[in-house]
């Protein structure tokens, strides 16, 4: 976190750090610059399989030809993709073999890029303190090369990393400065980004109003780009907040089984199963816990599949949390609940002891017990 809070306070002294969008933000559409090359002419909303099928096909061409640089971008493409769809040892191996191709031609951008993409990755499968080191690399070999594109989406995902973390403080100022900058430049996708990651940290620090208004205002900014995966996410921190606060479960489900439709055309593996877990969460605090049961065991085996840590650790808790309310033994959820704890604090989520413990004493099983991580605390 050292590193990249030092990354994290070079950029507020610079400016001009965010992509220009090309036309590209809300007076326009949004736009998907990791598709490069022969790929440069795919949305932001196409489907990732034929993403993923275009990819191999002109990473093969490339290939063939022996152009490195064509083959660090197309595999770029096909790491992206093998990424969302949650297919990880692929993507794993799709971008190092782009980084390899970018260093080889001597393509110091290309290399950010691939770079960038190994680290959303890493923060993907919960390996915070490697995705602030690749991401971090990916800013610095973005400046160098001077691909401001690339580094304004590796200075994004270093806040959403920290964000994810659970250190506000730290990634708060970042994320307003990206909007700023994202509103200015008119790019769409990441203003999309900046407002729900902002919203998110309000809505975690009780301030539902105000995050109601960001992730509405998200919502609108991503329909007007023709952004449909930023629009799933938003109506997904919507129907959250709309449950939490109003408790309208009705239209939090609705709102959910709307996102729902685009992240299963698009084949959004990831967003799908958090958009899953949202509607356990909606079905928890209403009390439906036979319902809320199932569908927390549902996207856990979908976070399984993907070998997603974070969410198959918070569908754990949410599965936990229900069928204590079904009459499960409390002393096997206080245990299940303390090894959750140790397993959140593993994977670096700083609200981790909090959750699981005001779980516990919502649930009446407290104390938790005291596992390894919590001997050497």
Known sequence: MRAAARTMSEVRQEPGHV????????????????????????????????VLERGVEELRA????????????????????????????????????????ARDAGDVGAMAWAMWSGGTLARQRGALALAYRLLGLAAELGKRGGDIVVRGYSLAGLAETGRIQGDYQAVGELHEQLLAEARRRGEARHTVWALEGIAQMHRNTGSYDKALALFEEAAET?????????RAWA????????????????????????????????????????NHKMRGNVLYRAGRYEEAR????????????????RGTALSRLGLAKALARLGRDPEETAAELGELRDTLDRIGLRH?????????????????????????R
Do not use: H
């Open 222 to 230: 991503a329909a007007r780009a023709e952004d449909r995966r930023g």
């Open 62 to 101: 490339a290939e063939a030809a022996g152009e490195r640089r064509e083959v660090a971008r197309c595999g770029l493409a096909v790491a992206e993709a093998c990424r969302r769809l949650g297919r990880i040892d692929e993507a794993d191996r799709a971008w190092k073999a782009s980084y390899r191709a």
């Open 19 to 50: 992509e220009d969008g090309g036309g590209g933000g809300p007076r326009g559409k949004a736009f998907a610059p990791e598709y490069q090359g022969p790929l440069g002419s795919l949305s932001v909303n196409s489907s990732l399989t034929d």
């Open 294 to 309: 199932d569908t927390y065991a549902g996207a856990l085996e979908e976070f399984r599949a993907m070998d997603e840590p």
């Open 352 to 376: 981790a002891r909090d959750m699981t413990e005001k779980a516990a004493a919502e649930l009446g099983v407290g104390p938790l017990p005291t596992g390894e991580e919590g001997v050497r």
């Open 235 to 274: 109506l997904r921190g919507i129907a959250d907040v709309l449950s939490v606060r109003d408790g309208d479960v009705e239209r939090a489900l609705a709102l959910l089984s709307e996102a729902e439709v685009a992240c299963r055309e698009m084949e959004l593996s990831s967003a799908l199963a958090y």
